[in-house]
Nanobody, 112 residues
Framework: QVHLVESGGGSVQPGGSLRLSCVAS?????MGWYRQAPGKEREWVAH?????STNYADSVKDRFTISRDKNTTWFQLDNLKPEDTAIYYC???????????WGQGTQVTVSS
């Protein structure tokens, strides 16, 4: 069992920045983020492996940055757009494949 606790999020104007963080209760191989906008399915956004390899969805590449130190991951969201508005969920996978564990979600709202 893995427990994940997120913090950060909030409301910003377009072009603004936010920083999310997530702490896992034990070491996991992959930590990452999904998001779910109102009326849409949950979509994968980014992940980082224990070794530091990262991957991003095309929609956020060059705007969002994921980093990690042991059981903690940070997600820097820059140049935010209204379409980034969603609940952001941290996830962790103990192994490279397998079911993820989820955090409780944190709201990000981008609006003028």
């Amino acid at each position: 069992q893995v427990h994940l606790v997120e913090s950060g999020g909030g409301s910003v104007q377009p072009g603004g920045s936010l920083r999310l963080s997530c702490v896992a209760s034990r070491m996991v191989y992959i930590m990452g983020w999904y998001r779910q906008a109102p009326g849409k399915e949950r979509e994968w956004v980014a992940h980082i492996t224990h070794g530091g390899s990262t991957n991003y969805a095309d929609s956020v590449k060059d705007r969002f940055t994921i980093s990690r130190d042991k059981n903690t991951t940070w997600f820097q969201l820059d140049n935010l757009k209204p379409e980034d508005t969603a609940i952001y969920y941290c996830y962790g996978q103990v192994f490279a494949v397998g079911a993820p564990y989820w955090g409780q979600g944190t709201q990000v709202t981008v609006s003028s």
